[in-house]
């Protein structure tokens, strides 16, 4: 179950690079440069944030199910306020 779990992070992680790179044009058009990156760069960049919260988190939850737990919460809260106030 765990090394299922561990390729299903790494797939979706893979599969968001893909499709940034097949969609180039589309997501190239419909985001602002606002950081001075590219849009591709900046996709992948934050799928690779998205995947080390991934695995550690699970690295927590095969230590403490508690903690893993208030990290969810705590970095649900930040993903809300930041969709709040940054939009």
């Known amino acids: 179950m765990e090394k299922?779990?561990?390729?299903?992070?790494?797939?979706?992680?893979?599969?968001?690079?893909?499709?940034?790179l097949a969609n180039f044009s589309v997501y190239q058009h419909s985001t602002k440069d606002t950081a001075g990156l590219n849009p591709v760069v900046e996709g992948i960049l934050f799928m690779g944030v998205m995947l080390a919260v991934y695995v550690l988190i699970w690295k927590t939850f095969k230590k403490n199910r508690n903690t893993a737990s208030i990290q969810l919460i705590v970095l649900g809260l930040v993903s809300l306020a930041c969709a709040i106030f940054l939009m």
């Open 4 to 20: 299922l779990l561990k390729w299903i992070g790494l797939a979706i992680f893979l599969g968001w690079t893909v499709a940034i």
